[in-house]
């Protein structure tokens, strides 16, 4: 088989996962989320993030992001996002065929985008001709593994908050950027002013779960309709609930993330002493874009799993999880030098 340097989605179920299904296997209890599991968790997630938290699994991160904007957006708003945002390039659409929504995009290098270019978004308001803006959604860690501060998200909220907009963060792997800051979730979420939140548990071990969190007290109090009515309601909550229940402990999540990232670290180490190597993103998380010459690429490629970014530049993404070993990294260094 080859080593995996694709994506955190090849990795398997951290074995904790799997024993919170196994403890939450025992007898019946009501469905749809009205059991002690669920109640559980969502109490957890207030302890975490604090209590105006309120959280709702859904299956995977499309549905978590389209559900969580749809719930939020009147027909006639608008979300500003980067460019390369997930919800732009990675989700077949879904926003505008499920929502109807625009999606208004900012050009950035690093997939972050900056409290000036949102500000240059928010034209002609209360123009009846012109989509509104409501929402602007970022991504942390972004999809180039570069890692937005609080600091940075703060400023990003208060031109959000003076303009009235909600800020959404995909948080697809929220865990890495909580790990490589060195920080908690609510350090990032509601005390840098993001109002709701896709919370991503899959990417870093759990299995076909993922959050909406709310953390602005006024926004998705009709979601729970928001979520059967997009196909996102669990009958059988209690398994993806006793997962992110589990997941929010310290020693869940920061453990398995700071793993993915030390191992990316000591990948960009090995790449950098490689001529022909380029790094084209800082790499702050766990996946590392750099150009490798396009012989190497299809050497490698035998032997390893990753995905050529743009086939343009040779540019090459490779993404480590909480399952790649020290001995997977060697590998690829040393595949590297001969
Ligand atoms: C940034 C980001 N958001 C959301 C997702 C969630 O996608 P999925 O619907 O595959 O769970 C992904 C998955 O790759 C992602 O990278």
Redesign the pocket.
């Given at each position: 088989m080859k080593i995996n340097f694709a994506?955190d989605?090849y990795a398997g179920v951290a074995p904790e996962m799997l024993r919170a299904i196994e403890n939450a296997n025992s007898g019946t209890v009501p469905a749809y989320g009205s059991d002690p599991y669920t109640q559980s968790m969502q109490d957890k997630f207030k302890a975490v993030f604090g209590e105006t938290a309120r959280a709702y699994p859904v299956f995977?991160?499309?549905?978590a992001?389209v559900v969580a904007l749809g719930s939020v957006l009147r027909p006639y708003e608008t979300v500003v996002c980067a460019e390369k945002a997930?919800i732009q390039v990675?989700?077949c659409g879904a926003p505008e065929h499920i929502l109807r929504v625009k999606l208004e995009l900012i050009s950035t290098k690093d997939q972050k985008i900056t409290p000036e270019q949102i500000r240059e978004k928010l034209v002609r308001r209360g123009d009846i001709h012109y989509a509104q803006a409501r929402v602007v959604s970022i991504?942390n860690s972004t999809?180039y593994g570069t890692v937005y501060t609080a600091a940075e998200i703060r400023a990003i909220a208060d031109v959000c908050h003076e303009n009235g907009l909600y800020l959404h963060c995909?948080g697809?792997?929220i865990s890495n950027a909580a790990a490589s800051l060195n920080t908690s979730f609510r350090a990032i979420t509601t005390d840098a002013g993001v109002d709701f939140l896709?919370f991503?548990a899959?990417?870093n071990g759990a299995l076909a779960v993922?959050a909406v969190v709310f953390l602005n007290p006024t926004l998705g109090l009709d979601f729970e309709f928001h979520r059967k009515q997009n196909l996102q309601l669990s009958s059988k909550m209690r398994f993806s609930s006793a997962q992110l229940d589990c997941f929010l402990d310290e020693s869940y999540w920061r453990k398995h993330a700071s793993h993915a990232n030390r191992m990316a670290e000591r990948l960009e180490q090995g790449l950098k002493q490689v001529r022909g190597f380029e790094l084209t993103q800082k790499r702050q998380a766990n996946a590392i874009f750099g150009t490798l010459p396009q012989a190497v690429i299809e050497r490698l490629q035998q032997k390893f799993v990753f995905y050529v970014w743009n086939e343009l530049t040779n540019e090459v993404r490779l993404m480590t999880s909480f399952q790649t070993t020290e001995s997977d990294v060697e590998a690829f260094l040393s595949a590297l030098k001969t």
């Open positions: 994506s989605n995977n991160g499309t549905g992001n997930h990675d989700e991504t999809e995909d697809s792997r896709s991503g899959t990417k993922e």
